[in-house]
């Protein structure tokens, strides 16, 4: 339900909503609705980046389609919805990553999905319970993700502008991590092993997306060295094996972002600042570093990949180079 949550927080900003009878183009929740799916392009984008940039050296990896999806049904009002956004079926491509594979593949904004891989995906509109929902949406996206890392072909069923169109998604392998972003104002931002969390709030207080790929690439470096089940493992000590993860993140970060073709300074900039306002890291203390160290931590990383050989203006992060040996 994260994402029903996230369009009506989106609506209180503008006030209580009755009716979209009669509402010009530009509503304000219309507006909203667009202004969220922009942000979740420009969190998928730079996250796509990042993956690519890297993909040679992670040992965890999936295959990324660089598209957003939603589900008409996720919208607290359907018609606005559908005055906002083309849906050519209930669920349909929000938004494309260019470059992407779906972008590639010629799809368009507003394509719908009418089945994917045999499956048809089922839309009843008869059905009696027609209340705004995100379960469909997220349900698709895992059977999804799970599909495409069993690293096999999948067909799609699109409907598209000028007709029905099958094809078939085979997209390269890149470092694991989905993304999405929670509508909260607070500046935070989590990884859960699979996915990067950012909330609006931080989107909004980064500078650039090169100071917004230094968030993504922190929490993405947990989900690549299996953070999660090493700290759930841990039996004493946890706190201590927290801080330690926070810190292979940060040094992890700059790697990913030099390989994306990001700027590794966006880090020490971004943390400066944001720990000069608040004195801590996106967490409290004990379990991250104070921003001076997390900054001196950077500038050693930095300073150390600069005098690592590349192959095409790659390297390979050693964290991640020990990760893979541990197969």
């Not at 509503?27 to 942000?39: M, R, S, T, V």
């Not at 906002?84 to 394509?111: C, E, H, N, W, Y």
Request: aromatic share 8%; proline share 6%; charged share 25%.
């Amino acid at each position: 339900m994260k994402l029903i949550a996230a369009f009506v927080a989106a609506i209180a900003l503008f006030g209580a909503v009755a009716t979209t009878r009669n509402r010009p183009p530009d509503d304000p929740i219309a507006l909203a609705y667009q202004a969220l799916i922009a942000k979740d392009l420009r969190l998928a984008t730079v996250g796509y980046h990042l993956a690519q940039g890297s993909a040679a050296y992670c040992r965890n990896t999936w295959r990324n389609p660089g598209w957003v999806l939603h589900d008409e049904r996720q919208y607290p009002d359907l018609a606005l919805a559908h005055r906002a956004f083309t849906f050519r079926k209930p669920v349909s491509i929000a938004a494309l990553v260019t470059g992407g594979p779906a972008a590639r593949a010629g799809l368009q904004p507003g394509d719908g999905l009418t089945a994917a891989d045999g499956s048809v995906v089922w839309y009843d509109p008869a059905a009696k319970d027609q209340r705004p929902t995100s379960g469909r949406i997220d349900g698709l996206r895992e059977t999804i993700a799970m599909r495409l890392s069993e690293g096999r072909p999948i067909r799609f069923g699109i409907a598209t502008a000028n007709g029905h169109r099958d094809l078939i998604l085979d997209p390269p392998a890149v470092c694991a991590s989905d993304f999405w972003v929670d509508v909260r104002s607070k500046r935070d931002a989590g990884a859960d092993g699979k996915r990067v969390r950012v909330t609006s709030g931080l989107i909004d207080y980064v500078r650039d997306d090169d100071e917004l790929a230094a968030v993504v690439a922190h929490e993405m470096a947990h989900n690549l060295l299996d953070h999660r089940p090493r700290i759930e493992a841990s039996k004493s000590g946890k706190t201590k094996v927290i801080k330690a993860t926070e810190a292979e993140a940060d040094r992890l970060s700059v790697w990913l972002m030099a390989n994306a073709g990001y700027d590794p300074e966006a880090a020490i900039s971004f943390w400066q600042r944001y720990g000069k306002a608040t004195g801590l890291g996106i967490f409290s203390a004990p379990t991250h570093y104070r921003w001076q160290t997390r900054v001196a931590m950077l500038r050693e990383e930095i300073d150390l990949m600069s005098r690592s050989p590349a192959g095409d203006d790659r390297r390979d992060p050693p964290l991640l180079a020990a990760h893979r040996a541990k197969q």
